[in-house]
């Protein structure tokens, strides 16, 4: 592969999002390797718990962002590791390009969040966020809602409360708690902007971990 790190293909150490072409699937990961047209990630696979989410064969897209843009690179899937540790390495079919969709920026977001369905009000918390939607974890109460279920949501940011209506994308039930995927319907541009304004704040603490967290160079 030729290579500009970030501009042929994602970075090594950096968030990808792979995207199954034609079933809506998005799942993020941490990109392990890349090496010639190869690329090996580890998935953030928790919400598919038990679900076979990739097989070999599948035809994904590789989504990741840069400082002025989001680019995006055609891919298969050429093996998946199970057990412990999950990894998908995939191989690119096709060169990276600007991606012409307008993509929502997620970051891991934990703020207090209600979701009004029907009568019954469920609490809960985020676990990250984007002005398109929410995935967050609940307390369980009666059957969970499934895919399609119409929700009012309320989001309490430190910069005040959003409030939005938002419908169900999956619901994975575990014991007495839920993790639901949910899609915002009709959410104000203003609260739009305030989610972004925290999507980023987000994304800006988490690389200055990493940054803290990384080994100091020792090659002087």
Do not use: C
């Amino acid at each position: 592969m030729t290579s500009v790190p970030g501009v042929d293909h994602p970075e090594e150490q950096t968030e990808a999002e792979i995207t199954l072409s034609g079933r809506g699937v998005s799942v993020s990961s941490r990109v392990e390797v890349v090496q010639n047209e190869f690329i090996s990630v580890r998935p953030s696979v928790g919400e598919f718990v038990e679900q076979v989410v990739v097989k070999v064969g599948d035809v994904v897209e590789v989504f990741w962002k840069t400082e002025e843009s989001q680019r995006a690179m055609p891919a298969e899937i050429t093996d998946v590791e199970t057990g412990t540790v999950v990894r998908w390495r995939m191989r690119t079919t096709g060169p990276a390009e600007i991606s012409q969709r307008r993509k929502a920026v997620r970051g891991r977001v934990v703020v207090p969040i209600l979701a009004g369905y029907g009568a019954i009000e469920l609490k809960g918390t985020t676990v990250d966020l984007s002005e398109a939607g929410v995935r967050a974890e609940f307390e369980g109460l009666g059957a969970p809602p499934e895919a399609g279920a119409k929700l009012d949501l309320v989001i309490e940011l430190e910069e005040g409360v959003t409030k939005t209506k938002a419908e169900v994308v999956r619901t994975q039930a575990r014991g007495a708690r839920w993790v639901m995927s949910i899609r915002f319907a009709g959410i104000q541009e203003r609260d739009q902007d305030r989610v972004r304004k925290r999507v980023f704040q987000a994304l800006r603490e988490e690389r200055a971990k990493r940054a803290d967290d990384s080994p100091p160079d020792l090659r002087g």
